[in-house]
């Protein structure tokens, strides 16, 4: 490397304000007058008329129109809580699964999904069932009963 192929790293910084040889003299770079010329004005998410930011994007928090309000059970998991007298053999539905705090409150729909092994009878009421979960119910012998909503 000679002194010839050195870079110049050390350019002045422009400092507005200090005579028109500056470049940035009379105005700074602020053009003429109005509310932005001013000393310590800052217009906060002004963007010149245009629709600002923050009112182009959605509200937080709103809700959403497919919002899930189908709750999921798979058969395994209800013969668990027969056989831990949790559940009663008797009709199981949605409502029941509320009241012993199985299932949140939020939902309004039920569906059984066919997921592990079936040793005990039961009754249920469901919106919604899945093929296997059927198969499994009914060749055990337990009863279906589909709510239509």
């Given at each position: 490397?000679?002194?010839?192929?050195?870079?110049?790293?050390?350019?002045?910084?422009?400092?507005?304000?200090?005579?028109?040889?500056?470049?940035?003299?009379?105005?700074?770079?602020?053009?003429?007058?109005?509310?932005?010329?001013?000393?310590?004005?800052?217009?906060?998410?002004?963007?010149?008329?245009?629709?600002?930011?923050?009112?182009?994007?959605?509200?937080?928090?709103?809700?959403s129109?497919?919002?899930?309000?189908?709750?999921?059970?798979?058969?395994?998991?209800?013969?668990?809580?027969?056989?831990?007298?949790?559940?009663?053999?008797?009709?199981?539905?949605?409502?029941?699964?509320?009241?012993?705090?199985?299932?949140?409150?939020?939902?309004?729909?039920?569906?059984?999904?066919?997921?592990?092994?079936?040793?005990?009878k039961?009754?249920?009421s469901?919106?919604?069932?899945?093929?296997?979960?059927?198969?499994?119910?009914?060749?055990?012998?337990?009863?279906?009963n589909?709510l239509?909503?």
């Amino acid at each position: 490397m000679s002194l010839n192929q050195l870079i110049k790293t050390n350019s002045k910084k422009i400092r507005p304000g200090r005579g028109i040889g500056s470049g940035k003299g009379k105005t700074s770079g602020r053009g003429h007058k109005g509310q932005k010329s001013r000393r310590g004005v800052a217009i906060k998410s002004f963007e010149g008329g245009q629709m600002p930011l923050y009112r182009r994007l959605p509200k937080r928090g709103f809700n959403s129109l497919k919002k899930n309000v189908t709750a999921i059970i798979n058969i395994s998991s209800i013969e668990n809580l027969i056989n831990s007298k949790k559940l009663t053999k008797g009709p199981i539905d949605l409502k029941q699964l509320q009241e012993k705090k199985i299932i949140n409150k939020k939902f309004k729909k039920l569906k059984v999904l066919g997921g592990g092994e079936l040793k005990t009878k039961f009754d249920i009421s469901t919106n919604y069932l899945s093929k296997q979960a059927k198969l499994k119910i009914e060749k055990i012998g337990g009863k279906i009963n589909i709510l239509k909503k």
